[in-house]
């Protein structure tokens, strides 16, 4: 049983825009954190951006602040994550977590499931 699924990745010119999709199962979607991390070649996976399912709050990291907005959908137990103003550093692979168990939600660690990710690339 896959837990996780993201889909929504693809290649965009620089200032363009993707919205990127997770749908989790019920067990994964849980109650708790979800989060987008992505990974470039020969980088560590860091967190982009994360919701606090129950109370719809959410989380960024500095660097896609005001250009990517994460959002839940409760009743397809799926996250999203639009993201405009796209840069070429903004390209990745950006997998999804679910069900943060532990730690701040930047730590990859705390979470208990995870997608097979979804290439984004921007070009310049």
């Known amino acids: 049983q896959v837990e996780v699924v993201e889909s929504g990745g693809g290649s965009v010119q620089a200032g363009g825009s993707l919205r990127l999709s997770c749908t989790a199962s019920?067990?994964?979607?849980?109650?708790?954190?979800m989060a987008w991390f992505r990974q470039a070649p020969g980088k560590e996976r860091e967190g982009v951006a994360a919701?606090?399912?129950?109370?719809?709050?959410?989380y960024y990291a500095n660097s896609v602040t005001g250009r990517f907005t994460i959002s839940q959908d409760n009743d397809k137990n799926t996250i999203y994550l639009q993201m405009n103003s796209l840069k070429p550093e903004d390209t990745a692979m950006y997998y999804c977590?679910?069900?943060?168990?532990?730690?701040?939600?930047?730590?990859?660690?705390?979470?208990?499931?995870w997608g097979q990710g979804t290439q984004v690339t921007v070009s310049s």
């Open positions: 919701i606090y399912l129950a109370g719809r709050k959410s």
């Open positions: 977590a679910a069900d943060l168990v532990w730690g701040v939600w930047q730590n990859r660690d705390g979470y208990n499931y």
């Open positions: 019920s067990y994964a979607y849980g109650r708790n954190y």
